[in-house]
């Protein structure tokens, strides 16, 4: 092949500058996770990472949907809300007597729904996906006080069979039922961003919507869809606290939206859009879920630390997203 | 060139906007290998035409057929689909993903549903090895330059089974080398029987690469040529409708003595001016009725010196004086008090207001400079843009047109109104003829002779040298962010030495002449 001087136009960068984020918050999690085992013992029991996978399980299956947004460069503030209404409506429908089934049925069609309703007020009248979903965060927890002004227990058996259910190693480690589901939502989510053309277009909105339009990629559809898929993940995310908490409260996961925001942009999904991974999210999720246990460890410290480091790790991450942005630009 | 049927034929097509007429009964055919140029000046419609026969406009009247088909396209993909494909003059691509998955988005090869992504790496490559090129298909398409991207968007055109490719401003953004790179690829596939509509601004791109040529002027079809018996002249006369004659007039009249000018306080001093990482210190004096121009490469901190002037960035240090007094220039609004006006480079980000009329436009500076507590009378408002509408020949001729309706030549001539109604005393145009016809840029060359009759002072920013040269009475050369020499307009001055200063960067050798 003659390629004369096309060569010297070659790309320069050979760093995988897209990885950087993500490979600087797996430094940062181990870093965390070397501070936790050298400073307590007890940190280094396999036990700790699984009980932060399971206190954050339906953390990291909302921050999947949300990082399907982000990366088209839009966001949803909704998703805490959708949270509390899911479990919300579940608690509730279970206290009503209907069966277990048709009540998880019911509740995961409800986040979609809304999911599918903002994400056609975002692309039909063009509206700021930021003032849509502010509108649904305040419609779903409206709803939840709606239902009831009060927490309602949950004590269906199929929901405490999900919520007790351990799945361990003979040495007594163990994760519960939420944990696994959230890795298949995880692993689901990996393959749909890599190797289908709804993932691609993902990142090609993200990128440049304007662009992708030219190209003729079907950017409305998309976009609804991502907004769809964050219902979607909101409302698995709500049944995973229902199995937790074993109630529906309507003033729970109140702010949820922001630790999820935060959880995927430490991990490494640019807020503009075009740029991430769900691994990176999965580590967003750890570095905050661990933040939370060393804290804990600590004892001494107020609970408000864990917020503090959070911003703190934020606004680093942002600077070394900007700083990458303008050497690499 | 075939003698065959044409691939394609637009025929009587007429599509107007509200207030403008911007095609008006259209002929155009298109034959299968040939490379065939749109010229016009700006506002003549190429653009229109361009975006009609791809579906993103309907047609007033008219009809195209492909292959004999009439055809009527919803837009570009349904386009693309059927074998006319666009590469527009931006890069229209993510740079956020991989070269191969550029190409191939939309229509990635899939197996079991998953993208193949083996698959598309490897016809990447081909398609890639067809045009010549060897690229990293994997790495993101932003690590690569411009050209490379334009390439590539014309990788992903052709591979849809193209018979039509349309290149709409392609080499706007290229070097020489690349425009060369360009070309041969254009060559290759038109020898492979694919017809190119090229539409460009450079005269010596058409004559390098055309087979046949369509004009348009004023939305109206001027002819079809062969570029072969259409000699450039009469070429650029068919594109403005008139003879060339009004440009020797200009180059007379710019020679003058620069002696005289610069007895006397110079109308704005500045010494030692500069901005750690945009600019280095530099001195610069402008006598009133002087033009001065400043050379330099794209990046060579043109732009940056007359943003400093403005105040529109702050100088790290350094003294100025305006009439002789000293004073300050550290933000804009000191700067408009000084009476200085500058007509921005980024007309589309920094200059006009799409929505606002032509007249709101104009009026936004004076408007400005008097403060929002008095308005400006419409009846002076009338006068005025009344007066300016016809000084530049602005068309449509209409004030309550959007500004956003206007071709770029005209917009550029309403953001120049805007200043001039101020009656600034210096004049900084960034580049104001760049991506603008040659009948509108003679009108704004001719436009800052006479203003500089008039006493005013204008620094006259370009890429092309001719243009300076011809203006000037005094020429800057920017390098390396750097003014590296100040020269006067004599007899001696011509592009070669500008070029050798730009390229040799004599380190103010000739500085203070």
């Known amino acids: 092949m003659t390629t004369g001087s096309l060569t010297a136009g070659r790309a320069r960068f050979r760093l995988p500058r897209r990885q950087i984020p993500v490979l600087a918050t797996l430094v940062l999690l181990l870093v965390m996770y070397g501070i936790g085992v050298s400073q307590y013992q007890a940190f280094s029991n396999v036990q700790v990472i699984f009980n932060v996978f399971i206190d954050n399980g339906f953390l990291l299956v909302v921050a999947i949907g949300m990082t399907f947004v982000i990366l088209t460069g839009g966001i949803d503030l909704s998703v805490g809300s959708v949270v509390a209404m899911t479990a919300m409506v579940s608690a509730w429908l279970l206290q009503e007597g209907l069966p277990a089934a048709l009540v998880l049925v019911i509740a995961l069609l409800i986040g979609p729904t809304l999911g599918l309703l903002m994400g056609c007020a975002i692309h039909f009248f063009e509206i700021q996906p930021f003032i849509v979903t502010l509108a649904g965060m305040f419609f779903a927890r409206g709803m939840c006080t709606f239902i009831s002004g009060s927490s309602i227990p949950i004590t269906d058996g199929f929901w405490t069979r999900m919520s007790q259910e351990r799945i361990g190693d003979p040495r007594g480690n163990f994760v519960s039922i939420s944990v696994l589901i959230a890795f298949v939502v995880v692993a689901v989510a990996a393959y749909v961003l890599a190797y289908t053309r709804l993932g691609r277009n993902v990142y090609a909105i993200g990128g440049n919507p304007q662009s992708a339009l030219l190209m003729g990629l079907p950017v409305g559809r998309t976009r609804i869809a991502v907004y769809t898929i964050s219902g979607l993940c909101s409302a698995i995310g709500g049944i995973l606290l229902s199995f937790y908490t074993l109630s529906g409260a309507p003033l729970i996961a109140v702010g949820m939206e922001l630790d999820v925001i935060a959880a995927v942009v430490i991990g490494g999904t640019v807020l503009t859009g075009g740029s991430g991974y769900v691994f990176g999210t999965v580590l967003g999720v750890l570095v905050l879920g661990v933040i939370q246990t060393l804290i804990t460890f600590d004892g001494s410290l107020n609970s408000w630390w864990t917020k503090i480091v959070i911003g703190g790790l934020l606004f680093a991450f942002i600077l070394l997203q900007r700083l990458i942005g303008i050497r690499y630009k | 060139m075939t003698d065959s049927r044409p691939v394609l034929t637009m025929t ?318 550290r933000t804009p609004a000191q700067a408009i008090d000084h009476g200085i006006g500058f007509c921005s480079e980024n007309r589309r980000a920094e200059g006009i207001v799409a929505d606002l009329s032509v007249r709101e436009n104009m009026i936004l500076a004076m408007q400005a400079a008097r403060g929002w507590l008095r308005p400006v009378p419409r009846r002076r408002q009338d006068e005025l843009v009344d007066k300016y509408v016809k000084a530049l020949n602005i068309r449509p001729a209409d004030p309550e047109v959007p500004v956003r309706n206007l071709s770029g030549g005209n917009q550029q001539k309403v953001l120049l109104a805007r200043w001039l109604i101020t009656e600034p005393r210096l004049l900084i145009l960034d580049e104001p003829t760049r991506g603008i016809d040659i009948g509108a840029k003679t009108e704004i060359q001719k436009l800052v002779t006479q203003l500089s009759d008039g006493g005013m002072a204008v620094l006259f920013i370009s890429a092309e040298l001719e243009e300076v040269l011809r203006l000037s009475h005094k020429v800057a050369v920017m390098r390396d962010r750097q003014m590296v020499a100040q020269l006067a307009n004599d007899d001696t001055l011509d592009a070669d030495r500008i070029m050798q200063t730009i390229a040799s960067g004599s380190h103010r050798e000739e500085a203070d002449r």
């Open chain 2, 12 to 329: 009587g097509i007429s599509k107007s906007f509200p207030g403008v007429r911007a095609l008006h009964d259209v002929n155009f055919r298109l034959f299968p290998g040939e490379v065939h140029a749109l010229m016009g000046e700006n506002g003549a419609g190429k653009s229109t035409l361009i975006k009609v026969l791809t579906g993103v406009y309907d047609t007033d009247e008219g009809t195209i057929t492909l292959d004999g088909e009439p055809v009527s396209f919803s837009g570009p993909m349904q386009a693309t689909a059927a074998g006319v494909s666009t590469v527009f003059q931006e890069v229209n691509l993510c740079t956020n993903l991989s070269v191969a998955e550029n190409i191939f988005i939309g229509r990635e090869p899939r197996r079991l549903g998953a993208v193949h992504w083996g698959e598309v790496r490897r016809r990447a490559r081909a398609l890639l090895a067809r045009l010549d090129l060897d690229l990293d298909v994997s790495a993101p398409l932003g690590s690569y330059s411009l050209a490379i991207q334009q390439m590539v968007a014309i990788a992903r055109a052709i591979d849809i089974k193209a018979r039509v490719l349309i290149l709409d401003e392609p080499t706007s953004s290229l070097d020489a080398g690349e425009v060369a790179q360009l070309f041969r690829i254009m060559r290759q596939l038109r020898d492979e029987g694919i017809a190119i509509l090229f539409v460009t601004h450079f005269l010596d791109q058409v004559y390098e690469i055309a087979d046949r040529i369509t004009v348009l002027r004023n939305g109206g079809l001027v002819g079809e040529y062969l570029t072969a018996e259409l000699p450039q002249l009469s070429l650029v006369e068919k594109m403005i409708g008139k003879e060339l004659d009004v440009l020797e007039g200009i180059e007379e009249h710019s020679r003058r003595d620069l002696a005289a000018l610069e007895e006397g306080t110079p109308l704005v001093a500045v010494s030692n001016f500069g901005r750690g990482g945009a600019v280095e210190p530099f001195s610069l004096t402008i006598h009133a009725g002087e033009v001065v121009g400043l050379a330099g490469l794209l990046g060579s901190g043109r732009t940056e010196v007359a943003r400093l002037l403005f105040g529109a960035d702050r100088t790290d240090g350094g003294q100025v004086a305006v009439d002789g007094t000293a004073s300050s220039l």
